[in-house]
T-cell receptor
Framework: EPEVTQTPSHQVTQMGQEVILRCVPI?????FYWYRQILGQKVEFLVS????????KSEIFDDQFSVERPDGSNFTLKIRSTKLEDSAMYFC??????????FGPGTRLLVL | AQRVTQPEKLLSVFKGAPVELKCNYS??????LFWYVQYSRQRLQLLLR??SRESIKGFTADLNKGETSFHLKKPFAQEEDSAMYYC???????????FGTGTRLQVFP
């Protein structure tokens, strides 16, 4: 069964550094999402992406964040200048548009 | 405000006991409700959604609009049901999922 994959599984970075989190959505899916979960807190929506543009974003998704689909398979989340509070588990998800979202295993980001 | 509340952080039961994981929501309009499950060291996966009205792995959930609830139930818990369960909602004109804080279900032998 096809699955969403994410790399890396863990990333440690210094505050102020740029990070890029990568996702490979399920191949016939057209809608892509990023969520994050700070330790001990709820899963929070960051952004949705369709047809090569952002369709919706949350208040969390400020100018430090960006998303891109650089080729036909990858979907990336970039954090330009990481802060301590960006430490979280980041989940990518994809769907065909029918509201059922399929999640990746997550990338655990630690900002020191 | 759009919100999903799961009042229990942890629910512990013995195998064979009934289980009810509570979920209440706040949403102006007609949301779509979901239950996601995360087994140990695995990804979040959809368990069921209210519009499907189906039973998955013996679990059912009924949307009660009057009480704004979507409780997850199973008559006889199994050890393999031990996992983190998240209730979530999605609105009419949006795909974004709003999650509750999750309830950890522990089923003891």
């Amino acid at each position: 069964e096809p699955e969403v994959t994410q790399t890396p599984s863990h990333q440690v970075t210094q505050m102020g550094q740029e990070v890029i989190l990568r996702c490979v959505p399920i191949s016939n899916h057209l809608y892509f999402y990023w969520y994050r979960q700070i330790l001990g807190q709820k899963v929070e929506f960051l952004v949705s992406f369709y047809n090569n543009e952002i369709s919706e974003k949350s208040e969390i998704f400020d100018d430090q964040f960006s998303v891109e689909r650089p080729d036909g398979s990858n979907f990336t989340l970039k954090i330009r200048s990481t802060k301590l509070e960006d430490s979280a588990m980041y989940f990518c998800a994809s769907s065909t548009g029918g509201k059922t979202q399929y999640f990746g295993p997550g990338t655990r980001l630690l900002v020191l | 405000a759009q919100r999903v509340t799961q009042p229990e952080k942890l629910l512990s039961v013995f195998k064979g006991a009934p289980v009810e994981l509570k979920c209440n929501y706040s949403y102006s309009g007609s949301p779509e409700l979901f239950w996601y499950v995360q087994y140990s060291r695995q990804r979040l996966q959809l368990l069921l959604r209210h519009i499907s009205r189906e039973s998955i792995k013996g679990f059912t959930a009924d949307l009660n609009k009057g009480e704004t609830s979507f409780h997850l139930k199973k008559p006889f818990a199994q050890e393999e049901d031990s996992a983190m369960y998240y209730c979530a909602l999605s609105g009419y004109n949006t795909d974004k999922l709003i999650f509750g804080t999750g309830t950890r279900l522990q089923v003891f032998p």
